[in-house]
């Protein structure tokens, strides 16, 4: 009876402490999880939007670092408790993840690729990029990929070991330039007036300019007209939207001045 009793006081710990050890795995990691969003939360105070994700990106990295850690450790107690050799295992640990590691080696590039993106800060979310030929806006990036979307609503899922030849449009200004045609028949002088009009008119009043416009005058004598070129310094990648406003402003302001925009045209002869 003894012996039998003992038997039960045995298997009734090694049932027990397992639990125990993952109730405190999750206590732990609990308490870890919340103390790191506490400190995180404090620490976007004065965070732009893009500042704001690279710190959660961090966060959800050093939150999902601190699970498997604790994963390993209950992982190991419960086997010592079932009595296997914890450290042949550790020991063997050694080829194991040399094995691993050449198995999913493309892995390993990717998160240590992640981690160097977002700490260093090569693109954002909100960013518009490049990469071999696409072209889009950065909707997330994980610690093993990222994706991008183009205009056409095309998402592009790309290895961050792969992210190295990428052009970044939004880490400074862009620049909105117009060409405008005009015909021979109008002076150089009549011309640019219309456009300084036009200028102390629209300066201070475009969306998303960060300087005044430039009338940088005439460009090219074309075949059928005198080309002027006027430019502006705007926020990244806003300069598609300002040269169609601004082509929209040229043209009201040209009509009302009565300068003429040369247009091909065809002449067709009917001889007899």
């Known amino acids: ?30 308490i870890s999880k919340n103390l790191i969003n506490q400190l995180t939360t404090k620490s976007k105070t004065n965070l732009n939007k893009q500042q704001k994700q690279r710190l959660n990106t961090v ?8 699970k498997y850690i604790i994963i390993i450790i209950v992982l190991l107690a419960i086997l010592s408790n079932f009595g ?7 020991a ?9 590691g050449l198995a999913f080696q493309d892995l390993a590039k990717d998160l240590i690729a992640g981690i160097s993106i977002i700490t260093e800060a090569q693109y954002e979310v909100g960013d518009t990029i490049e990469i071999d030929g696409f072209m889009g806006e950065v909707i997330s990036i994980g610690l093993k990929t990222t994706r991008i979307r183009n205009y056409k609503g095309a998402t592009k899922i790309i290895a961050n070991h792969n992210m190295d030849k990428i052009i970044n449009y939004s880490l400074h200004n862009s620049l909105a ?11 150089p002088e009549e011309i640019e007036k219309v456009l300084e009009n036009l200028k102390e008119k629209l300066d201070g ?10 009338i940088l005058g005439i460009n090219e004598l074309a075949e059928s007209g005198v080309i ?21 402003e040229i043209k009201e302001a040209f009509d009302k001045a009565k300068i003429k925009i040369p247009y091909t045209q065809i002449e067709v002869h009917n001889g007899k």
């Open 1 to 30: 009876m003894d012996l039998l009793q003992k038997i039960i006081n045995i298997n009734i710990k090694q049932l027990i402490l397992p639990i125990i050890y993952i109730v405190i795995g999750l206590i732990v990691f609990c």
């Open 59 to 66: 966060r959800i990295l050093i939150i999902n670092i601190i």
């Open 84 to 90: 296997f050799n914890v450290r042949s295992i550790l």
């Open 92 to 100: 063997g640990l050694g080829i194991t993840t040399a094995i691993i």
């Open 177 to 187: 330039v117009i060409d405008i045609s005009t015909g021979y028949e109008h002076k």
């Open 205 to 214: 009043q475009i969306k998303d300019a960060k300087g005044q416009l430039q």
């Open 228 to 248: 002027y070129r006027i430019a502006l310094e705007v926020n990244s990648m806003k300069q598609f939207e300002v040269e169609r406003f601004l082509r929209k």
